[in-house]
């Protein structure tokens, strides 16, 4: 069963605005993570926060983790025309028989 | 490393035949195996978690006499599509985690997906 449930579903900005999607989960993890993929194709994985972690950056990428809410945001700064994708968070934990569970993604278009 | 590979990436097949779809940890072993559905515009939804030399664990509402999944070895999953139809047309795609010692079971590792076009 889907956790987690993105915010917003579908997104459109211009090129060089910064683009922050929302992912909400419900039940306790040790990591969340953030993949993008484009259309037809495989995932790309992102970046991965621990549940002991509150914010992460890999370059373009912010990502933050509130527990308490069990909500996290990815942040893409300066977004280009390439970053048009779909984005998912993941939920997981440290066991080697649990899957990620994928929310539902949010659509993003960045207009160049 | 932790590469996941896929075979085939595309397949087209007739109602009624029946398709296999190879998942192989490149550079790790893998104990368990994950295999996810995603129609399109949608998510990834777990289909099973493939365990190596047991029977695969199936989420609800998927049947599990219309896909076979095998785990032979440490390295290798395969999903059948038995007797396909159109709706089973969909991307599936693959998992793994690094099931050695001291390997880091946060990370998944994903392959590249396999588009069932069924006709």
């Known amino acids: 069963s889907q956790q987690g449930e993105e915010d917003p579903q579908a997104l459109s900005i211009q090129e060089g605005e910064n683009a922050t999607m929302n992912c909400s989960y419900k039940t306790s993890i040790n990591n969340l993570q953030w993949y993008r993929q484009n259309s037809g194709r495989g995932l790309v994985h992102l970046i991965l926060i621990r549940s002991n972690e509150r914010e992460k950056h890999s370059g373009r990428l912010r990502v933050t983790l509130d527990t308490s809410k069990k909500s996290s945001s990815l942040l893409i700064t300066a977004s280009r025309a390439a970053d048009t994708a779909s984005y998912f968070c993941a939920t997981g934990t440290n066991s080697g028989n649990t899957p990620l569970v994928f929310g539902k993604g949010t659509r993003l278009s960045v207009i160049a | 490393g932790a590469v996941v590979s896929q075979h085939p990436s595309r397949v087209i097949c007739k109602s009624g035949t029946s398709v296999k779809i190879e998942c192989r940890s490149l550079d790790f072993q893998a104990t368990t195996m994950f295999w996810y559905r995603q129609f399109p515009k949608q998510s990834l939804m777990l289909m099973a978690t493939s365990n190596e030399g047991s029977k695969a664990t199936y989420e609800q509402g998927v049947e599990k006499d219309k896909f076979l999944i095998n785990h032979a070895s440490l390295t290798l999953s395969t999903l059948t599509v038995t007797s396909a139809h159109p709706e089973d047309s969909s991307f599936y795609i693959c998992?793994?985690?690094?099931?050695?010692?001291?390997?880091?079971?946060?990370?998944?590792?994903f392959g590249p997906g396999t588009r069932l076009t069924v006709t």
């Open positions: 998992s793994a985690k690094d099931s050695r010692l001291g390997g880091d079971l946060y990370e998944q590792y």
